[in-house]
């Protein structure tokens, strides 16, 4: 049982930055998928970004060039940088994990979830 933990939440400003993190209970580095996952109040949960073992990523359209998936396998953690904010990126956060050596994107069926950590962006 993996278990995940979020940080790194607050209330910015548009165009502000923020950086995630996730703090893995073990080692993910082994067949992981991970990712983060987004959702705002009256909205559907939205896949934001992923990052395979292999290393590869991939993004939502609506953050790209934006924010950046990392993972720091020494510490088991993840990351999410968030830079050039806007209003709607406001909403709930999610790290979430499954052990999955192929591609890794939203479409998976995620096993693990931290408990969220909430960003909110002001006009």
């Known amino acids: 049982q993996v278990q995940l933990v979020e940080s790194g939440g607050g209330s910015v400003r548009a165009g502000g930055s923020l950086r995630l993190s996730c703090a893995a209970s073990?080692?993910?580095?082994?067949?992981?998928?991970m990712g983060w996952f987004r959702q705002a109040p009256g909205k559907e949960r939205e896949g934001v970004a992923f990052i395979g073992r292999d290393g590869i990523t991939n993004y939502a359209d609506s953050v790209k060039g934006r924010f950046t998936i990392s993972k720091d396998n020494t510490k088991n953690t993840l990351y999410l940088q968030m830079n050039s904010l806007k209003p709607d990126d406001s909403a709930m956060y999610y790290c979430?994990?499954?052990?999955?050596?192929?591609?890794?994107?939203?479409?998976?069926?995620?096993?693990?979830w931290g408990q969220g950590t909430q960003v909110t962006v002001s006009s």
């Open positions: 073990e080692y993910t580095d082994s067949g992981y998928c």
């Open positions: 979430a994990a499954v052990r999955n050596g192929g591609y890794c994107y939203t479409g998976l069926r995620f096993k693990y």
